[in-house]
């Protein structure tokens, strides 16, 4: 009884997990307004660091500032908006 009340309980768990990750919002196909590949810097380890303080603002007016030593790294979002995977496919060498 015990044994199937823990699988049952690890199930649920398991299943659970599977639904709760949020979809990630539409991200856009070029930097926000103002911004340039030149506004940061592209670091050893993947992440992106702003070169001064940078205003991020999105479509719906909301909208952040990032200074330095901010590291953006991707699957973050700031503003809704995965910054550092947009800087690293817009901008990054290739």
Request: proline letters at 12%; hydrophobic letters at 40%.
């Amino acid at each position: 009884m015990v044994q199937r009340l823990i699988f049952a309980f690890a199930l649920l768990v398991g299943a659970s997990g599977a639904f709760a990750q949020p979809t990630p919002p539409p991200q856009p196909t070029s930097l926000p307004a103002g911004l340039s590949c030149a506004d940061f810097t592209h670091n050893a380890d993947g992440s992106w660091t702003p070169n001064h303080v940078v205003s991020v603002t999105t479509n719906s007016g909301g909208g952040i500032r990032i200074a330095p030593p901010a590291r953006l790294r991707p699957g973050s979002y700031e503003a809704g908006v995965d910054l550092a995977a947009l800087l690293t496919r817009l901008c990054s060498p290739r």
